[in-house]
Structures are given as structure tokens and as C-alpha cells.
């Protein structure tokens, strides 16, 4: 399966998005497995890129040394003079070239390790018909637990919100606290020591109610 969008990716990293289409690809990478999976997979490049200096992308040109055997010509009148092109014209060159490096060497060395955390994120989605609260999950394994990111709508204004993560042997966490005054497609951390696998449900809770469930 292959995704139109997954060509925003690259500006999306990079944040090179306005924030109305940055709203509107995060809303998408939210349904779109394909993108995620391009997400996880790219996500370090930002960091490599990073690392790269102007002056590693300057390749020194040294002029060839003259045949003895040629005879000079003789000396040609001088044009005038032309202003030098604007060194930043060679930007778009030379960091294309540098993000195609990078990305053969991240496929090359990071994308056997980074298979196995692309399957374990997950999207979970659910409405409470009662409250009319709208939510979604993104849930991400990790070797201390999971890392959680809540997307919640229609939530009551000026509340304080509580996440509760259930386990499947009955535990229970706190996985975050928020304040419900932020836009409806903003994105909101949490965590929790269980594992993807042992999650059973997540509630958002307000003043001891339960707005939504979210569960797999």
C-alpha cells in the first residue's frame, strides 16, 4: 500500500510545515498506516542532518595542471565584469545531495533495528455517545513501557483531565494530567510501564468521570 502524502514527510521532520499543514498531517498520520511507517523509519534524520556542517558540503576544485607540450594563446580582451551568483543558489543542491546520503545510510544501517518499533505503534480511536468526547491514542513500545500520545475533542473547557491506563491483570497508572483549554488537533503526552500487549483500555477522566474509553 503506498500513500500520496508520505512525500510531506521530509518537511514534516524537518518543520518546514506551516502550522495549518502541519495540523492537517498530523491529523492524517493519525489513519494512515502507511505514513507512520515512513515516520518511524525516517524519524532520525533530523538528528543526522543535524550533525552536518556547511563546510563538509564544500568540495575544494583545483584547476589542472597546464601541458607543457600547448602552445599559450595569446591573451583574450577581458569581459566585464559579472557579478558573482549568490553562494545560496547552491543550498538547494548540495543539501538534496546531502539528504540523499543520508537517507541510503539510514536505510543501510537503521532500518533493520527500527522494524521492530514500527510494528508495535498502534492507533487507537473512540466516542463516548454520552459526553460526545472524541479521542485517539497513538501508542509507542518501549524498552521502559509505552509512550503514549492523546488527541482529544469535545472535551468540557477549563477542566483538568486525568488519562488512566488499564492493564489487563486489573493494575492500574496514571499516565498524564492536562488542562482541556488547548485545539482539538493538538497532540498531548503521556506514559505507562505496561507494555503495548498488556494494556486494556485508556480512560479520560474529569472530576472522577470517565469522558471516553479508548481501547483497541
Same mark, same amino acid.
Given at each position: 500500500?503506498?500513500?500520496?502524502?508520505?512525500?510531506?514527510?521530509?518537511a514534516y521532520?524537518?518543520?518546514?510545515?506551516?502550522?495549518?499543514?502541519?495540523?492537517?498531517?498530523?491529523?492524517?498520520?493519525?489513519? %494512515?498506516?502507511? %505514513?507512520?511507517?515512513?515516520?518511524?523509519?525516517?524519524?532520525?534524520?533530523p538528528?543526522?542532518?543535524?550533525?552536518?556542517? &556547511?563546510?563538509?558540503?564544500?568540495? &575544494?576544485?583545483?584547476?589542472?595542471?597546464?601541458?607543457?607540450?600547448?602552445?599559450?594563446?595569446?591573451?583574450?580582451?577581458?569581459p566585464?565584469p559579472?557579478?558573482?551568483?549568490?553562494?545560496?543558489?547552491?543550498?538547494?543542491?548540495?543539501?538534496?545531495?546531502?539528504?540523499?546520503?543520508?537517507?541510503?545510510?539510514v536505510?543501510?544501517?537503521?532500518?533493520?533495528?527500527?522494524?521492530?518499533?514500527?510494528?508495535?505503534?498502534?492507533?487507537?480511536?473512540?466516542?463516548?455517545?454520552?459526553?460526545?468526547?472524541?479521542?485517539?491514542?497513538?501508542?509507542?513500545?518501549?524498552?521502559?513501557?509505552?509512550?503514549l500520545?492523546m488527541?482529544?475533542?469535545?472535551?468540557?473547557?477549563?477542566?483538568? %483531565?486525568?488519562?488512566?491506563?488499564?492493564?489487563?491483570?486489573?493494575?492500574?497508572?496514571?499516565?498524564?494530567?492536562?488542562?482541556?483549554?488547548?485545539?482539538p488537533?493538538?497532540?498531548?503526552?503521556?506514559?505507562?510501564?505496561?507494555?503495548?500487549?498488556?494494556?486494556?483500555?485508556?480512560?479520560?477522566?474529569?472530576?472522577?468521570?470517565?469522558?471516553?474509553?479508548?481501547?483497541?
Amino acid at each position: 500500500m503506498s500513500c500520496d502524502r508520505t512525500v510531506a514527510l521530509g518537511a514534516y521532520l524537518l518543520g518546514a510545515l506551516d502550522p495549518a499543514e502541519r495540523s492537517s498531517f498530523e491529523r492524517h498520520v493519525r489513519g %494512515c498506516t502507511t %505514513c507512520r511507517r515512513e515516520m518511524v523509519r525516517l524519524a532520525p534524520l533530523p538528528g543526522l542532518l543535524g550533525q552536518v556542517r &556547511p563546510a563538509d558540503l564544500e568540495l &575544494p576544485f583545483e584547476d589542472p595542471a597546464p601541458d607543457p607540450d600547448l602552445r599559450p594563446l595569446p591573451p583574450e580582451p577581458e569581459p566585464e565584469p559579472v557579478p558573482p551568483p549568490a553562494r545560496r543558489r547552491r543550498w538547494p543542491v548540495l543539501v538534496g545531495a546531502a539528504v540523499l546520503a543520508v537517507l541510503v545510510a539510514v536505510g543501510a544501517v537503521l532500518v533493520p533495528r527500527l522494524v521492530g518499533d514500527d510494528r508495535a505503534a498502534v492507533t487507537w480511536h473512540a466516542a463516548d455517545a454520552g459526553t460526545g468526547v472524541v479521542a485517539s491514542a497513538d501508542l509507542v513500545a518501549k524498552s521502559w513501557g509505552t509512550e503514549l500520545w492523546m488527541s482529544l475533542e469535545n472535551a468540557p473547557r477549563g477542566a483538568r %483531565c486525568k488519562l488512566i491506563v488499564h492493564d489487563r491483570s486489573g493494575r492500574t497508572e496514571i499516565g498524564g494530567w492536562w488542562g482541556t483549554d488547548h485545539a482539538p488537533d493538538e497532540r498531548i503526552p503521556g506514559s505507562t510501564s505496561f507494555r503495548v500487549a498488556d494494556i486494556e483500555r485508556l480512560d479520560v477522566v474529569v472530576d472522577m468521570r470517565v469522558l471516553v474509553s479508548v481501547r483497541p
